[in-house]
């Protein structure tokens, strides 16, 4: 069978729509995965018993289940339990937040217990309040060393869209699944999808690494 580019070319639009909603689904879950993991990371890292046994519980009930079974469940299993109906697009970015979050969430406990305890406890004897102490002591220290481990989980939430096609949302993999059902050019469809994926995810790269450069001037 002979291969005919020009088809990538006439669904070119489509796959950029496909892109389009890969793209929104990673950045809205991705926001909300930072702040539900730096808060799941600071329990762990200083709250007490009761917040670090829900926090943990919380990481370990995540990080033990993929996250297609994850989003299936929010999305099918959901509005059995509790009567509460997510619509796909709303299931695949809280199926990122909750996915993401419980991973950040130990990068955020690891970068901020890898800072030497004397920094604390020299901002705790100055009087400052504990949480002044990890804002503007601990905090831009341990941020430094967020940023590669981050930009790993980064790429991964962003290429675990792809496996939403399994409730029905529109991303880049559903996409280019549905005009090769149509023209049957599998070859050229999926070397499109490959390439616009790996387009995206070197775009975060770059931008991470760009950040990390300046955070080691400063």
Do not use: C
């Not at 069978?1 to 639009?13: G, Y």
């Not at 989980?153 to 880049?172: C, N, P, R």
């Amino acid at each position: 069978m002979e291969t005919d580019w020009s088809v990538v070319l006439t669904s070119f639009p489509q796959l950029m729509k496909g892109a389009e909603t890969t793209i929104y689904i990673t950045v809205f879950g991705l926001v909300g995965g930072l702040i539900l993991g730096t808060i799941a990371g600071l329990m762990r890292a200083f709250g007490g018993k009761l917040l670090n046994s829900i926090a943990f519980t919380y990481i370990e009930l995540i990080r033990g289940t993929p996250i297609v079974v994850q989003v299936m469940f929010l999305y099918f299993a959901l509005p059995v339990l509790a009567d509460i109906r997510i619509e796909p697009m709303h299931a695949a970015i809280l199926a990122i937040i909750v996915n993401a979050g419980a991973y950040i969430a130990e990068i955020v406990r690891g970068a901020f217990l890898s800072i030497s305890r004397g920094l604390t406890e020299a901002g705790l004897a100055l009087g400052l309040p504990r949480w002044k102490v990890l804002t503007y002591v601990v905090g831009p220290l341990a941020f430094r060393r967020l940023i590669p481990p981050l930009g790993n989980q980064f790429i991964v939430s962003l290429k675990d869209t792809s496996l939403f096609i399994v409730i029905g949302v529109g991303e880049l993999t559903r996409t280019g699944q549905e005009i090769m059902a149509a023209n049957f050019r599998a070859v050229e469809i999926w070397t499109a999808v490959a390439v616009i994926y790996l387009v995206m995810t070197g775009t975060m790269t770059l931008v991470l690494r760009t950040i990390e450069k300046r955070m080691r001037i400063l």
